[in-house]
């Protein structure tokens, strides 16, 4: 099948089986696929035959093109050469600076210098799940300079217009809106073009791009097995009895779905992984495996991927496959399916338990394959952008989403799954920068949810996030602490959970440091809590705050530089998205500093501040009490007397271990034990913090963990019968609020 070959969109077996030739034999006989019984095909209409647009377009700078080296002619030339005719533009319309297309006039193919512009057009019009989007990609040299996305629409035939939503790069070069796309077609890939005309941004430009594949990206595949291991990579579509009644039935290769999904797809040589025991396979072992066996294996971004089918992980039978290749700096390059774990299982009274497992295994390779390619769970997409998340899909039909975690279970899953991505997946594999999906490229999870979030058409809430200073600057080594508030904007009392902004489970925080991937941040904890219901009349506002310098990632915002933070939540359905907020961390303003940074940014310190103290961390402990010792006047300081602090303040139980008890004797010689509390020394150490400059104090805590730290003080004081004291600190912390503005919390 040729680039120029038509395409039916509900064509299930595009890609027979013995098309694959010795690909095929050789995944029969040596990976242990299990044989696809064929169907006949069934017939194609002959007419009307429908030639697709869609696919790759290039424009290279016509003025740029070497001008070959003239050849010597024989003497005498008796007669003048007769001039070739060069094939004209279509006419520029109105206002529009035509280009002419050149392409043809060469067909050499130089080196051209750094400073050749050429650009790439994705076209998705139809052919295979359509998007009705087009994309595009601006080069200088080799360097990307902007990509740019737009939705069309039709204006008539072989036309569309559309509105650019997304741009990426150096965005002031490429000031244009709207385009209008006109398509020439042809059964001749050399005559294909795709007229592109710009406006907006008080400019407009033509380009005309010719025609270079059907297909937007090309990819590589090997698939590779442990020899106790069974590989599937191909299926019949219609051995299992639960199936969608509109599908037709044939064989599907693991290539086919790829390339149904816009990828020109290569299969390598595949190998057969010998093994001598049956142990199970760790993360380290796989990732080592892939260097060994993988035939392009390169610590570079490629379009490329290695499979491997092993039989066991090391988690254990629940574990069906993972994307292993998080090691090192180029991420996305091998995944692993476990041939025998719980995919292998089908369930009891099943009608054909043999094709359920051989559809598992296929479905699950698909899966694992498709985080390769940067793609989230259906449910997770809110998880995985530093701009605005992409909307949860739990329902979703697709490849990306686990079929016992819809309605009705695998079963339903299954009856309505037609063997695809789903459309928000569709787009980000096809017209993503090049960057987010190749592998090896931007690590998992980056840039992911880059579309628009299901934003509610009247939106009932506001979530705003703030830094509560007057530059939103922080001090090297100070602790990043942000202030969120959700306000009722609808105009009636609403009902909303009462822990809304301190349940970090429902919260999804995304921080990007200028030049670095995104990162969600992760707390140390999640909490399941008892809902509890609270009304919010309109107008009104509920407060909460967030430590985010550290959680399970690490110390996300440690580095001195420029971060964009956003936060969203989901209320009643849809997503309420924060304003991105943009702050800077400092750098470091001398030796003691630095000095106590290589102690601060651990694991163990971070733990302590984000659970207000520790009775058990003592490395963490001395990390914050060197940074007191050494610099008491910073903000840093105010936050390290507070961790230190709070423990004093109440009993606090710990785990009694005697030093020789061997581990069968824990249970019997260990035993939770009370330290009683030190009030006055805690009370004096929260004083300090809280009080010596109660204005910073509230700045750098934040106003809600000011009242908060403030009103710990007080019952604490009120606990120890000294009441006038507690009043004292309340009447302090009152005075404070109002005059820093936060009359919400005085």
Not at 384 to 402: C, K, Q, V
Not at 464 to 471: H, I, L, T, W, Y
Not at 654 to 675: C, G, N, P, Q
Request: charge should be negative; charged fraction near 25%; hydrophobic fraction near 35%.
């Amino acid at each position: 099948m040729t680039d120029d070959s038509f395409d039916v969109s509900g064509d299930i077996f595009e890609e027979p089986v013995e098309a694959l030739g010795e690909e095929a034999e050789f995944a029969e006989a040596d990976l242990g696929i299990q044989p696809v019984p064929l169907q006949p095909r069934q017939p194609l209409p002959l007419w009307p035959i429908f030639v697709t647009v869609s696919g790759l377009y290039e424009w290279n700078q016509p003025y740029l093109r070497p001008t070959p080296i003239p050849r010597p002619l024989p003497l005498p030339i008796e007669r003048d050469p007769i001039p070739i005719p060069r094939p004209q533009p279509d006419p520029s319309p109105v206002g529009l600076e035509a280009e002419a297309d050149d392409g043809a006039e060469a067909s050499l193919s130089p080196i051209y210098p750094w400073w050749f512009q050429r650009e790439q057009l994705r076209l998705d019009v139809d052919g295979s799940h359509p998007q009705m989007q087009v994309s595009g990609t601006v080069y200088s040299g080799f360097a990307t300079r902007v990509h740019w996305i737009a939705n069309l629409s039709p204006a008539g035939r072989n036309r569309w217009t559309g509105t650019i939503w997304y741009k990426d790069g150096n965005t002031s070069s490429f000031p244009f809106t709207n385009v209008v796309v006109t398509t020439t077609r042809s059964w001749i890939s050399s005559q294909k073009r795709a007229t592109v005309d710009f406006t907006g941004g008080g400019a407009s430009r033509r380009r005309i791009f010719r025609f270079k594949s059907r297909y937007f990206h090309p990819v590589e595949f090997e698939f590779d097995r442990v020899s106790n291991a069974t590989a599937v990579t191909q299926i019949n579509t219609c051995d299992h009895p639960n199936r969608p009644a509109s599908m037709g039935c044939g064989p599907l290769s693991i290539e086919t779905v790829f390339r149904r999904s816009g990828f020109d797809v290569k299969r390598s040589g595949d190998n057969v992984i010998p093994i001598g025991s049956t142990g199970t396979w760790s993360d380290a072992e796989m990732h080592d495996a892939m260097q060994t066996y993988w035939s392009r294996f390169a610590n570079r971004p490629q379009w490329a991927m290695w499979v491997l089918f092993a039989r066991l992980h090391d988690a254990g039978s629940n574990l069906g496959g993972i994307m292993f290749d998080d090691i090192g700096p180029n991420h996305r390059q091998g995944t692993a399916i476990f041939s025998h774990s719980f995919i292998s299982n089908a369930p009891t009274g099943d009608p054909n338990s043999a094709a359920w497992v051989r559809r598992m295994r296929f479905w699950t390779a698909v899966h694992e394959m498709g985080h390769g390619f940067n793609l989230a769970h259906s449910w997770q997409k809110a998880l995985g952008s530093p701009w605005i998340p992409l909307a949860n899909e739990p329902e979703a039909r697709s490849f990306m989403n686990y079929p016992y975690f819809v309605s009705g279970g695998q079963t339903s899953f299954f009856s309505d799954f037609e063997y695809r991505f789903s459309d928000n997946e569709l787009t980000f594999m096809r017209h993503a920068p090049e960057r987010f999906v190749q592998m090896g490229n931007a690590d998992w999870f980056d840039d992911h949810g880059f579309q628009q979030a299901e934003i509610s058409p009247e939106p009932a809430y506001q979530l705003d996030v703030s830094v509560n200073r007057d530059q939103p600057i922080f001090d090297f080594l100070e602790p990043v602490v942000l202030e969120l508030r959700l306000t009722n904007i609808s105009g009636e009392p609403k009902i909303v959970a009462s822990d809304l902004l301190d349940d970090y489970e429902h919260l999804t925080v995304i921080l990007k440091k200028n030049g670095k991937p995104a990162r969600q941040w992760t707390p140390f904890a999640t909490y399941c809590r008892e809902p509890d219901k609270v009304v919010l009349n309109a107008g009104e506002s509920r407060y909460g705050s967030l430590f985010v310098s550290a959680g399970l990632n690490g110390w996300d915002m440690a580095e001195p530089g420029i971060y964009t933070v956003q936060i969203a939540t989901e209320i009643d359905g849809f997503d309420v998205v924060s304003a991105p907020i943009q702050l800077r961390v400092a750098p470091p303003q001398g030796y003691d500093e630095e000095y106590v940074a290589q102690d601060v940014f651990n694991e163990d310190p971070g733990r302590v501040m984000a659970f207000d103290g520790s009775m058990a961390l003592e490395s963490g402990n001395a990390a914050w009490q060197e940074l007191v010792d050494r610099l008491p006047k910073s903000k840093a300081a105010v936050h390290a007397r507070i961790c230190l602090a709070k423990p004093l303040i109440r009993d606090f139980k710990v785990l009694d271990i005697e030093e020789d008890a061997s581990t069968a004797e824990l249970t019997e010689r260990s035993a939770f034990k009370e330290i009683s509390a030190k009030v006055e020394e805690g009370a004096e150490q929260l004083n300090k913090a809280l009080f010596d400059n109660a204005e910073r104090a509230a700045k750098t805590l934040g106003y809600v963990d000011f009242k908060y730290y403030t009103d710990s003080l007080a019952s604490s004081l009120s606990g120890a019968k000294s009441k006038t004291a507690a009043k004292s600190v309340k009447d302090k912390a009152g005075r404070c609020l109002k005059r820093v503005g936060a009359t919400y919390l005085a």
